[in-house]
DNA sequence: CTGAAAGCGCTAACAC
DNA sequence: GTGTTAGCGCTTTCAG
């Protein structure tokens, strides 16, 4: 291990000195610069990290907390988008990123920004009255919050309009001609869940038709969960037409039940999806969906951290990515066979 | 920010008292552990992780290069499992994960290893005479390498055996009565690709069929990628009837390239993928493609990497992960319409 | 059983 | 311009 005393002796200058031409110090004359720097690329010198982030208290690393649910969320493709977005503006700004995946509870957040880990961190799921959000609010640790804060926290956020987006879905199938429209949701305390679900029940209603409790459905965010959510729609005395799932991954889940239970799609059952994940344009029939653009979402909401760690009084930022209905086959509105946005 | 001094004072003892509380010394009475850890929970002190690691010369975290391809390799189920697996012991073993995206190349490498910013790290592509291998090696830094290691180079390695699974993926198609057989392959020079081209080819041979160049295409690890490598098959004057892809995301771009050319599979094109990702089973036709247990994999590695970061002089270590040929629709061994694997 | 002292590798006043 | 000094927060000899 060569530290900056290696350096330092064998050009001829102290430790401070090694130091200064490592941040390019204007106050450096050009020639010790380039001896040191010499001496620099002789001995192959890379600063500890460590050392370094105890003195000025940064880590140049970024914090992405994995939410409820916890390993499983790998396996969403919403989230590898949404971390290839984040990894891209992290990268251009010399962040690496830290992982934690020990589940969002206090004792990690704790760990996370007591212990100095990382400069920031962005939590990837709020629920009601949720104790970690409200552990990093009263922290003032930077963070950004990747979809909406629940009431009384006061956080900046990243997000898509989830209501307006549920609402022009369900919309499009109303428009279609369906009356009986089932809703088939991630986890119920999931903010996310929750906007979706009122976007959906506004829709319904502005076109009079009455919410009914029996085609609200809420499962766990896996294909599996959707096939469950499904039969359980399926199974009632007047079944849904239509289905808006709350997530692409459910939406295969719900077309597997459809399938196996000999529905044909879509003459004989709608499903809408949401988060347009690269399978929806190759499954069979196509998947209609909502595009979220998580790349987006996630180098916006990557950009916003790095703000508020450069800036450590920054007040709360929001930010609200658009989002367009994707029309495709699973929908039956097949005389629009492209994959190009509704307007 | 509370430190370790301000424990000590309040509980009338001396840092390194706390510091052995922490560690949960034998050597300190019951009394005095009581009394401090009181205070620790009182204060709700956190250790600071930098702090700790520079004395220590440790991390409590692991890193993982993204492999070269960078960013669009989030987008790959086949990580997405890799990771869950690697996250879960990590977690257990109180480990964070460091992702470094800036691509494998030897600065980074250097700013890694060099820097201490973790205590191992998991390399997830390798290539022939590989640069950032070679570094590796020769740092004697823990690391595993998720593959196989390019010849004249010992590193750690969990890896499938994708010579013997190509072979007998290949060897499938050739009992179903294919002659012509395509493999469309990820990047040329990863030895992934090598591997199953070499296993695709050994069973030709086995079966006498000769290997033609004009039937392997390599492209690049998107569905896109597969898209276009399937173009290129198709456009061959003798096409191929099956096609080996040496990925499922390949594969379901090869399928989409068929369906906008007219072919019906698996009458008149039968497809086989490799890592058979959850889409596999829900994509139409049902794609037949090899499990080759991402998650095991991603475990087995971190548990061979903490192995070594325990045991710094730990002899390389290798191991195999059993793949299977599940049996699907696209292959056109419809008669065996189920997912079960194949002895 | 506990404390004092040294030091991990680096940066940042403060001198000169 | 450059060196000296102190110190980030922690662990770990070494004493006692």
């Known amino acids: ?120 961190i962005f939590l990837l799921s709020s629920k009601q009255d949720d104790p970690v959000l409200k552990l990093v609010e009263q922290q003032k640790f930077p963070a950004v ?38 809703f088939l949701g991630g986890a119920s305390d999931l903010v996310v869940t929750l906007d979706r679900v009122t976007g959906y029940r506004n829709a319904l209603r502005d076109y009079q038709l009455e919410p009914d409790a029996q085609l609200e459905v809420s499962s766990f965010f896996l294909e599996q969960g959707g096939y469950l959510g499904m039969m359980r729609l399926l199974a009632s005395s007047d079944r849904p037409t239509a289905v808006l799932a709350s997530d692409d991954v459910l939406a295969f889940g719900a077309m597997r039940a459809s399938a196996e239970l000999g529905y044909h799609l879509p003459s004989e059952l709608a499903i809408v999806g949401f988060n347009d994940i690269r399978m929806a344009e190759i499954a069979n029939p196509s998947l209609t969906s909502v595009r979220v653009h998580m790349h987006e979402l996630g ?27 994707v029309v495709r086959n699973s929908c039956g509105a097949s005389y629009l066979n492209t994959s190009s946005p509704l307007p």
């Not at 916003?304 to 367009?324: A, C, F, G, V, Y």
Request: charged fraction near 25%; charge should be neutral; proline fraction near 4%.
């Open 1 to 120: 291990m060569t530290t900056i005393k290696d350096v330092a002796r064998m050009a001829n200058v102290s430790a401070s000195t090694v130091s200064r031409v490592l941040a390019d110090s204007p106050r450096i004359s050009a020639a010790t610069k380039r001896r040191v720097r010499e001496v620099l690329e002789h001995l192959d010198y890379h600063p500890n990290t460590l050392a370094r982030g105890l003195v000025t208290n940064t880590t140049s690393a970024i914090g992405v907390l994995m939410p409820y649910g916890g390993n499983e969320f790998f396996e969403n493709p919403f989230f590898a988008q949404m971390m290839s977005g984040v990894s891209e503006v992290a990268n251009e700004n010399g962040y690496d990123i830290v992982l934690f995946t020990s589940g969002p509870d206090t004792d990690t957040i704790d760990r996370v920004i007591r212990g100095r880990r990382v400069d920031g």
């Open 145 to 182: 919050l990747l979809g909406r804060a629940p009431d009384g926290i006061s956080v900046s956020t990243v997000n898509n309009d989830n209501v307006s987006a549920a609402y022009k879905a369900t919309e499009h199938l109303i428009r279609l001609g369906h009356k009986r429209i089932g």
């Open 299 to 325: 180098s916006a909401a990557a950009n916003m951290l790095l703000e508020h760690i450069k800036n450590s009084d920054l007040e709360p930022q929001h930010k609200t990515i658009r989002t367009e209905l």
